[in-house]
Nanobody, 116 residues
């Protein structure tokens, strides 16, 4: 059974930091590209960051470059998103996604709210 479970969301003040984690099971984690998406109220889901199966390729949305860092630990079957210097525009539900060719597995999301 495939499981993708995000954690680490919460309420943070502008300028603060959060680290999201995504724990997985039920598929060959090391073969998948791992992605973090987010969806703010009234907006489409957008790709925030992605990391290739071997961590050799990292990609970020322009809006988070220099502030967010994606990483993975294949031994722990987990992917992380370190988010620094958060601002109100980062408020969204953050989703972990595993992708390989036509296969795609999603978590249920974790809420991140940036507010004073």
């Amino acid at each position: 059974q495939v499981q993708v479970v995000e954690s680490g969301g919460g309420l943070v003040q502008p300028g603060g930091s959060l680290r999201l984690s995504c724990a997985t099971s039920g598929f060959t984690f090391s073969a998948y590209t791992m992605n973090w998406y987010r969806q703010a109220p009234g907006k489409e889901r957008e790709l925030v960051a992605s990391i290739s199966s071997t961590s050799g390729s990292l990609n970020y949305a322009d809006s988070v470059k220099g502030r967010f860092t994606i990483s993975r630990d294949n031994a722990k079957r987990s992917v992380y998103l370190q988010m620094n210097n958060l601002n109100a525009e980062d408020t969204a539900v953050y989703y972990c996604n595993a992708a390989q060719n036509r296969l795609s597995h999603w978590g249920q999301g974790t809420q991140v709210t940036v507010s004073a």
